[in-house]
């Protein structure tokens, strides 16, 4: 009895400091949702979806899951679904998505602190990130959007 008892406790302690990821999730001015998927070796993998295919986009950003209260800038890049004469290379993400049709970002949180909206930047290929992209926070079934 007292086992299970240390056992619930433990879950119960622990449950605080999960990473928040689960919970995440932001609207695109399209109506579309970017979601956090998961996290692989310090590198966040969220993701969108794009066109009729219903295929997704994924931003991998190192760094997002440990700053979930410090949240500023992060350098990242992005992968999309293969194109005929995209990028004259591929790249591999570390989740294994593997396309012709990826760049650079640059991610810019609103606040430091959940919930948080942001805008990127996005590269083609390997050009300078230049391509505007805002994601508004959704918190429960509330669009959080930035005060100026």
Not at 33 to 46: A, F, N, P, R
Request: glycine content about 10%; overall charge negative; some cysteine.
């Amino acid at each position: 009895m007292l086992k299970n008892s240390l056992a619930g406790l433990g879950i119960a302690l622990l449950l605080p400091i999960l990473p928040v990821f689960a919970d995440e999730t932001w609207l695109l001015p399209n109506g579309e949702e970017v979601t956090w998927d998961q996290d692989i070796d310090g590198i966040s993998v969220l993701s969108y979806p794009v066109g009729r295919s219903r295929e997704r986009v994924r931003l991998y950003v190192r760094g997002l899951a440990e700053a979930i209260d410090s949240r500023g800038t992060f350098h990242a890049y992005w992968i999309g679904p293969s194109s005929e004469s995209y990028c004259d290379a591929s790249l591999t993400g570390p989740d294994g998505t593997t396309s012709d049709s990826f760049g650079q970002a640059i991610i810019t949180f609103d606040k430091p602190t959940f919930p948080s909206g942001w805008s990127a930047l996005l590269g083609q290929c390997f050009d300078a990130p230049s391509d505007e992209l805002r994601a508004n926070a959704l918190y429960g079934d509330q669009v959080v959007v930035p005060r100026d």
